[in-house]
């Protein structure tokens, strides 16, 4: 069982930067590749960006048409904790975004489902 706690949530101005934070627990956290979601009002859940376990202890990172070039997603297996980088923020950005987990690289794919769910933060970006 892995639990996620998201922070790092809040208000900005258009323009502005906000970095998310997904600690979790467990002693396999290298193991587990990590993505994050997020979900506006009245809109589905949609992916955002993920940093997927390849061979050995080797990540690749992908991300969203929409969020190229703003957001980067990394993680420190030290700290067990999985970041995004929001820069350039837009009002449109706003939602709320939640961590994922799931030892299968392939539930970050495009039918894929991870196991596991952070509660979600708030995003929240002003024009």
């Known amino acids: 069982q892995v639990q996620l706690v998201e922070s790092g949530g809040g208000l900005v101005q258009a323009g502005g930067s906000l970095r998310l934070s997904c600690a979790t627990s467990?002693?396999?956290?290298?193991?587990?590749?990590m993505g994050w979601f997020r979900q506006a009002p009245g809109k589905e859940r949609e992916f955002v960006a993920a940093i997927v376990r390849g061979g050995g202890i080797t990540y690749a990172s992908s991300y969203a048409d929409s969020v190229k070039g703003r957001f980067t997603i990394s993680r420190d297996n030290a700290k067990n904790t999985v970041y995004l980088q929001m820069n350039s923020l837009k009002p449109e950005d706003t939602a709320v975004y939640y961590c994922a987990a799931d030892q299968k690289p392939s539930s970050f794919g495009r039918t894929g489902v991870p196991n596991y769910w952070g509660q979600g933060t708030q995003v929240t970006v002003s024009s």
């Open positions: 467990g002693r396999t956290f290298s193991s587990y590749s």
